[in-house]
């Protein structure tokens, strides 16, 4: 398995999306995490949710397209759409080289600020994914 990193201040779901908070309690980044990307090979496409959009926890809401194969986003909270990442139209290939920062997918509201504590921490995602590569 490749070298890859899972920051500790992130939180993870099983789904391989990764969630920092950005305004205390209420508003999350989300992206997908280093394994994912390293998985899907190079992205060539993104379809986001729009901004305005509720997502739920758990269910579909948009696809990464590598010259591999297409894959669901998942979201790993619950809420509201308040901004996407527009950049990835044009260089969807940033989820690639930089999946923690400039890849990142979409900003949501949470509807249910408890939801974060169903997501793993890093430790607890390297070992899940540690025993699905294995």
């Known amino acids: 398995m490749p070298d890859l990193t899972f920051p500790a201040s992130l939180r993870y779901s099983r789904d391989h999306e990764w969630v920092t908070e950005t305004r205390e309690g209420s508003v999350v980044r989300v992206g997908i995490s280093d394994f994912a990307q390293d998985q899907l ?6 379809d986001l ?52 920062g400039d890849g990142w997918l979409f900003d949501v509201e949470l509807s249910d600020v408890s939801e974060l504590d169903t ?14 590569g294995a």
């Open 119 to 132: 997501l793993m921490d890093a430790d607890a995602y390297a070992a899940a994914v540690e025993s699905e």
């Open 49 to 100: 949710p729009e901004v305005g959009d509720s997502v739920t926890a758990n269910e579909n809401c948009g696809e990464v397209e590598s010259t591999k194969s297409v894959s669901d986003i998942v979201a790993p909270v619950s809420g509201e759409v308040i901004a996407v990442n527009e950049s990835l139209e044009d260089a969807p290939e940033v989820i690639n080289s930089d999946p923690y």
């Open 41 to 46: 090979g190079d992205v060539v496409f993104v």
